[in-house]
């Protein structure tokens, strides 16, 4: 049978993507709605959310957004219900709400690592266990799970997230394994050094006016010589979310500018 690039459209789709209301979440969303979805999206607070659903509609797209912790799981299931109910059942779903805190292991707070694991790793499983029911109705459906490099990596002050991330991975397969017999694709996407408003702090300049020590870092580690953009993620997500990819399984793609390779 001849491959279609139709394959990769996602017309009349409702893909639900999590803390998309900036960052990698927000090009995600813009990238599967250009793809043909319909986008529906949470974030954590009412005006951001109000702002994000008014510039995708600018953008003209078809974008519903909810104001909903992911780490909460009767909001996230009530929020669910609404969705069926408000655009039709979710077919794709992109966990990528996440936070990180960088604070040294020994001074870090247990509060401070479960509320990481909280957001980061609990947050994909309660998302993912509310919509899988209905995948299973309807056929099938894609979950993509943003991992990170600290999903193969560890590295000082991120070990929450290192923690997290890396079970984000193990949750991927899990749930691929798991569910895989009823047509559902659960995979990764594990950016490289993205510029957004997470990794700001380690692009500020130096109080002498040179460059952060972290960015210089990833400048001379990174093959490609630069921080990734978030529209890098943009292909590899519309891929993971399309029926081009539905005999890949269990995988994480990292899209990190080669640095994995490297360091
Ligand atoms: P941002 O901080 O820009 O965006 C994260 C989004 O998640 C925000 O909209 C935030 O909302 C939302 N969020 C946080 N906690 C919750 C919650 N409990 N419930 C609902 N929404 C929540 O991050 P990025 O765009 O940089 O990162 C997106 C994902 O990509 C994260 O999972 C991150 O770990 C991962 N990643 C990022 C990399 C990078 O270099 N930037 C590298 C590797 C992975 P609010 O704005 O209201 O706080």
Same mark, same amino acid.
């Given at each position: 049978m001849a491959f279609e690039?139709?394959?990769?459209?996602?017309?009349?789709?409702?893909?639900?993507?999590?803390?998309?209301v900036h960052g990698i979440g927000y090009e995600i969303a813009s990238a599967l709605a250009k793809a043909g979805a319909k986008i529906v999206f949470n974030g954590l607070k009412k005006d951001p959310v109000e702002q994000a659903q008014?510039?995708?509609?600018?953008a003209g797209f078809d974008a519903r957004g909810y104001v909903c912790d992911v780490t909460d799981e009767e909001a996230v299931q009530e929020m669910v219900k609404q969705v069926k109910e408000e655009v039709g059942p979710i077919d794709i779903v992109v966990n990528n709400a996440g936070?990180?805190?960088?604070?040294?292991?020994i001074e870090m707070s247990?509060?401070?690592?479960?509320?990481?694991?909280?957001?980061?790793l609990t947050?994909?499983? !309660?998302v993912s266990k509310a919509v899988i029911p209905?995948?299973?109705? *309807? @056929?099938?459906g894609k979950?993509?799970?943003?991992?990170?490099?600290?999903?193969e990596l560890g590295r000082e002050t991120v070990c929450a997230y290192a923690a997290a991330k890396?079970?984000?991975?193990?949750?991927?397969?899990? !749930?691929?394994?798991?569910?895989?017999?009823?047509?559902?694709?659960? *995979? @990764?996407?594990g950016p490289g050094y993205i510029a957004t408003p997470q990794t700001a702090p380690l692009r500020e300049k130096q109080e002498d006016g040179s460059r952060h020590p972290f960015d210089q870092f990833i400048i001379a580690k990174t093959p490609a010589a630069r921080w990734g953009e978030t529209e890098d993620l943009a292909g590899a997500a519309v891929f993971l979310s399309s029926k081009a990819s539905n005999f890949v399984n269990g995988h994480i793609l990292y899209v990190d500018g080669g640095i994995l390779a490297y360091i």
């Open positions: 690039m139709d394959k990769f459209r996602l017309d009349g789709k409702v893909a639900f993507v999590t803390g998309a008014q510039s995708y509609r600018d936070i990180i805190k960088r604070i040294p292991m247990a509060e401070d690592f479960r509320q990481v694991i909280d957001v980061d947050g994909p499983f !309660i209905d995948m299973i109705k *309807n @056929g099938g979950i993509i799970n943003i991992c990170s490099m600290m999903s890396g079970g984000l991975k193990m949750l991927t397969k899990n !749930i691929a394994s798991e569910y895989g017999e009823y047509n559902i694709q659960c *995979n @990764g996407i």
